[in-house]
């Protein structure tokens, strides 16, 4: 069973559920695990991180740049250098895959070989617009804007067809399938202000919501005849859920000539989580609720994170960042119920989920052509996800490369970066619809697990003049007529 979910992603929350929700109607220590491991396996990209093609081709290191209107995803004391009205449009395109090798499964008397498989993935979409408008207040830079974020995009739709056979011939060959359909985002709409409290020092604050509906079907079969046909034992999931929160994010950026600090704090909050399940299975024993629906509320955790940008020369630039986010203490709040305290990402209290440490580096460097700018860009980049494996112990850690190139003439700035990502651990999955609905508890099948992720970034800033801003300004906040 190969399960792909785009970033994009943490970026995937939607299967979490099903463990979530179902322990809510089971004994703590009945926690549907296969669920859990689906879920695990759907997590393949899950960072918290900024939009822009400009940022991601340096290697996402843009805490101490933050020079565009992309800055309040990054680090929203940036914003104090916009010096005129700007709007931002922002898309991205990728495609995953998720590849599978030398899996055994170990649910009969002997080991039997799974059938190597690859899952892909792609989609195009909108990620990030923003207004932007400077204004001075007490002789400083004061900047407010207005952005949207697609934080992660949950999309997905996949088929998988594996076959399970015995190389001694005494076991049948089995045919397995999964069906994996998913729609469905989670976006964080900000309002932010910076302000230069001098030239060296800026802060910025940015107010965010977030909103996030999605709907998760998965079909899975399991047969001796060949798939489709209606000889077969399956389980089916069907779910819808919403997450509401509001969280502050805060950063600071002190700026000289040649070197700029910045540090960034996005707050834990409290997020409503709403779930909706139904199931089906013929599975002899079939251990899932026909039907459940449940509310509970979430710690989402803090993030915090440092950047350095060093300019040797004009031409030049160096970038650092450093992040961590507490994917540990992700957990439900008391509610005098089985999930009370638990770990989101693996229902544990003593949970193993670590904390994900993320960094990366890029440069610049500026080819002037007359009236133009053209940056070319590299970056490099290291991301953990929140997951580590039940059997392995290994966690999932995505490294990879960017490259990036913009155009830059009067009051337009277009950028395009590619990103790149791969990671590879050994790792077990749940792959039978038996395993799925009876809840045996432990994962039978072991491998090696591979992933390649392509993402194209596409970027457009334009800047217009300061005079009806101003007078907008006036009006709304001084004159009132």
Do not use: C
């Amino acid at each position: 069973m190969i399960v792909v979910m785009p970033h994009y992603s943490i970026r995937s929350l939607v299967s979490w559920t099903f463990p979530t929700f179902l322990g809510l109607a089971l004994p703590a220590q009945q926690l549907p695990l296969p669920g859990l491991l689906i879920s695990q396996q759907s997590r393949t990209a899950f960072s918290i991180q900024g939009a822009g093609a400009r940022a991601e081709g340096i290697g996402g290191a843009f805490t101490a740049v933050a020079d565009d209107a992309t800055a309040v995803s990054f680090n929203p004391a940036g914003l104090g250098q916009l010096l005129q009205p700007e709007v931002s449009l922002v898309g991205m395109s990728y495609r995953r895959e998720l590849d599978n090798r030398n899996f055994i499964s170990n649910d009969q008397a002997k080991p039997l070989h799974l059938s190597d498989s690859l899952a892909r993935d792609q989609r195009t979409l909108p990620t990030f617009a923003s207004a932007s408008v400077p204004t001075k207040f007490l002789g400083k830079n004061l900047v407010f804007q207005l952005s949207w974020q697609r934080l992660f995009d949950l999309g997905q739709d996949t088929t998988q067809n594996i076959q399970e056979t015995d190389p001694g011939g005494t076991f049948p060959t089995k045919y397995l399938a999964q069906y994996i359909q998913q729609k469905g985002q989670m976006d964080v709409w900000s309002a932010a202000v910076a302000y230069d409290f001098s030239p060296r020092f800026l802060v910025g604050v940015s107010f965010n919501v977030w909103r996030g509906a999605w709907n998760f079907q998965s079909n899975n079969d399991e047969s001796l005849l060949p798939l489709p046909n209606t000889d077969k034992e399956f389980a089916q999931i069907q779910e819808d859920v919403k997450l509401r929160g509001s969280n502050w994010n805060i950063g600071v950026l002190w700026r000289s000539e040649k070197l700029n600090v910045g540090a960034v704090y996005r707050g834990a909050f409290a997020a409503h989580f709403d779930s909706r399940m139904a199931t089906q299975s013929n599975v002899e024993g079939n251990k899932l609720p026909a039907q459940f629906t449940a509310s509970h509320q979430l710690h989402w955790p803090e993030t915090y994170g440092a950047g350095l940008a060093f300019r040797p020369q004009q031409q030049w630039l160096l970038a650092l960042d450093w992040t961590r986010t507490r994917w540990s203490q992700a957990a439900f709040m008391p509610k005098g119920g089985s999930l009370d305290n638990l770990n989101f990402f693996d229902l544990q209290e003593a949970t193993k989920t670590p904390d994900a440490e993320t960094l990366r580096f890029g440069m610049e460097y500026l080819v002037f052509a007359g009236n133009s700018i053209v940056p070319l860009r590299v970056g490099l980049f290291k991301e953990p996800q929140p997951t580590a494996d039940p059997a392995s112990g290994e966690g999932r850690v995505l490294r990879g490369y960017t490259l990036g190139i913009g155009w830059k003439v009067r009051s337009l700035s277009v950028d395009v970066a590619y990103k790149f990502s791969q990671g590879s651990r050994r790792a077990s999955q749940f792959i039978e619809a038996d395993e799925i609905a009876t809840n045996i508890g432990f994962p039978t099948s072991r491998g090696q697990e591979n992933i390649h992720d392509h993402r194209i970034f596409l970027s457009f800033n334009f800047r217009f003049g300061n005079e009806g801003a101003n007078r907008l300004l006036r009006w709304f906040f001084v004159q009132g007529n």
